[in-house]
């Protein structure tokens, strides 16, 4: 302190020491007032590290759960294209008759847009060779006669009649071991003295049964053989016609697309019947997949690829109806399955397509859900989620050994009936099932909380908490099945032949190839053969009135078919040779022979 600064304090001791602790307490002030500001910007580093810190690791979050969801999605391409299939760990009556495949209204564009070529029913004509070609004379040839009752072979005078020729119509058949050729001969009677008449004597001719398709090429066997090839087999059109050209038979394949659609209508009235008899069903499978439809316009489209997407349903009922049905439809908008299950009251066992929802909000249709899909929510998101995938994929093994247990126990009582088998089943369900979906339920609503969102996981089980309620129906009742594999599995028979013949032309085959699907797959469901079911249906629906038509349910063919052997009696399946004729009215001597083949 300088001299001057010395002189300046004053002389009172009692002023000198207030001026003293005046300074120090504003030195303890700034120090405090300095330790608060250093506090405060330590506080705002540290908030602003945090904010840093919980930026960095929100962002880390969202690109693992993109990540993990990127890579789900990548498994599961890989997974379909190239890994194994399973998860290991009356106005109808009409229809009834014939019709005529040359001049029955069909869409020719269609025929030959589905065919890929002009329509060609016939060979082709020179000058020398005027209609159908002949069949080739290496194929066997099997005669059927066709006579006149004893009561027609007089005339109106009661004078006898004499043969005095036959017609000749062939028909090309199939049998299991390869095609031959139907010889129909349709004989001719006239008076005994119609040479000599000069009014012209009144010629009388045997009726030929009536043909699936009246005056066409192909007999039942054919057409049996040609849908189940092309529906069951999944052998396209074009490579049956070279299977025929082989045995020097030319079929076009816009014909073998015409006999489809006249086939198609001609059963549609039975696929009719099937399709009530489902809906009188106390639960109903469904399930749908997509089939690829050639798009409006040239064949050019047909080598760019471009395809608008069908669909095509499939309806399954319960024990007491076993028909599987399946509807095209040009898109997937929830009115088809509302005017499909119209008029149905019951359980409707399906994906969670929100379709349905209109469907289970009138409250007639009560929604079942599927476990397979919810296990398979959770399969897929193993890659991710390994721990939590493999817990639940546990505690769903623990619900389906429940089901393994039911079938061992009602396989055991031979002779319980349905009723019971049922109680069976709805019993042990509600001993060992309900406490492993409750445990489950826990355990959903705990992981919910800590998985990260958006992530394959968090999919799975915000997918179980949506149709909890749905997937817990199945143990209130013995008659409904735990998942709806059962409508998957049929839907094979349509995914199978997508991969072979590719495509559908238009909607109008779409329809046409679900009819003919409904039979083919309702008799693979009984374990009948589809080909000789349907030359059954083919040879026999003609002749038959609506009102018998259940005889060619698939299960009443099946039980007839049953009871046949049982008794003995000899059965001719169809597709075996042609009953026996009785042998051909002796021709009158002066007659003039009829036309040859």
């Known amino acids: 302190m300088t001299l001057t600064c010395v002189d300046q304090l004053p002389d009172d001791l009692a002023v000198l020491k207030r001026m003293v602790v005046d300074r120090e307490a504003a030195l303890v002030g700034r120090q ?48 379909r294209f190239y890994g194994p299939r399973n998860e290991r760990f009356d106005p109808m009556q009409l229809l009834l008759f014939g019709r005529l495949i040359d001049t029955m209204p069909i869409d020719i564009k269609a025929v030959e847009q589905e065919a890929g070529q002009a329509l060609s029913s016939r060979r082709a004509r020179n000058r020398h060779n005027h209609g159908r070609g002949a069949l080739p004379e290496h194929l066997p040839r099997e005669i059927v006669n066709h006579d006149l009752k004893d009561a027609e072979k007089v005339d109106a005078n009661g004078k006898p009649l004499v043969c005095i020729g036959y017609e000749v119509s062939e028909q090309l058949e199939y049998r299991p071991g390869g095609l031959f050729v139907l010889e129909h001969r349709r004989f001719k009677y006239a008076p005994a003295d119609y ?52 045995d020097g038979v030319h079929v076009a394949e816009s014909t073998m697309c015409g006999w489809i659609v006249a086939v198609a209508e001609l059963v549609a009235p039975l696929v009719l019947l099937m399709k009530q008899r489902v809906k009188q069903s106390k639960s109903i499978h469904a399930d749908e997949t997509r089939v690829p439809v050639q798009a409006k316009g040239s064949f050019d489209k047909l080598r760019t690829g ?22 095209y439809t040009p898109d997937r908008t929830n009115d088809w399955p509302i005017a499909w299950l119209e008029g149905f009251t019951g359980f409707l066992q399906a994906d969670a397509y929100s379709g349905y929802d209109a469907i289970y909000k009138l409250g007639k249709v009560i929604e079942v859900g599927c476990m397979a899909h919810m296990r398979r929510k959770f399969f897929d998101a193993r890659q991710t989620d390994s721990v939590r995938s493999a817990q639940m994929l546990e505690m769903v093994r623990q619900l389906y050994e429940v089901e393994d247990e039911a079938a061992k ?79 998957e599995r049929a ?68 039980a007839r078919l049953e009871a046949e052997k049982a008794a003995g009696k000899a059965i001719s399946p169809p597709g075996a040779s042609p009953p026996a004729n009785p042998s051909p009215p002796v021709m009158a001597p002066t007659a003039v022979p009829g036309p040859g083949p």
């Not at 009144?202 to 066997?221: F, N, R, S």
């Open 32 to 79: 405090l007032q300095i330790e608060r500001v250093e506090r405060e910007a330590a506080a705002a580093a540290a908030e602003r590290d945090a904010a840093i810190e919980r930026i960095r690791r929100e962002a880390a979050e969202q690109i693992e759960a993109q990540r993990q969801r990127h890579q789900a999605e990548m498994d599961a391409l890989l997974r």
């Open 195 to 246: 040479q000599q008449s000069d009014t012209g004597a009144a010629i009388v001719i045997a009726d030929k049964p009536p043909q699936p398709i009246e005056k066409g090429l192909a007999g039942p066997g054919l057409l049996a053989y040609v849908i189940t090839s092309k529906l069951a087999d999944h052998l396209p059109l074009y490579r049956q016609t070279r299977i025929l050209a082989r």
């Open 306 to 327: 471009k395809c608008r997407s069908g669909r095509i349903w499939d309806y399954i009922g319960d024990a007491n109806n076993p028909y599987i049905v399946f509807e």
């Open 409 to 487: 126990l009602i396989a055991q009582q031979p002779g319980a009936t349905s009723a019971q088998a049922d109680e069976v089943r709805r019993d042990l369900r509600q001993r060992k099932s309900v406490p492993v979906l409750e445990k489950i339920k826990a355990w959903l609503d705990e992981q919910a909380k800590l998985v990260l969102p958006r992530s394959p996981m968090a999919d799975a089980i915000g997918y179980a908490l949506n149709q909890w309620d749905a997937l817990c129906v199945y143990t209130k009742h013995g008659f409904l099945n735990i998942d709806n594999n059962a409508a």
């Open 491 to 558: 839907l094979k028979l349509i995914a199978l032949g997508r991969k072979n013949w590719l495509f559908v032309q238009n909607d109008k085959f779409g329809k046409a190839y679900a009819t003919l699907y409904s039979l083919i797959a309702s008799a693979q469901r009984h374990g009948l053969d589809p080909q000789a079911y349907l030359r059954h249906v083919l040879a026999q629906i003609m002749t038959t009135p609506m009102s018998e038509l259940d005889r060619f349910l698939p299960d009443v063919y099946k």
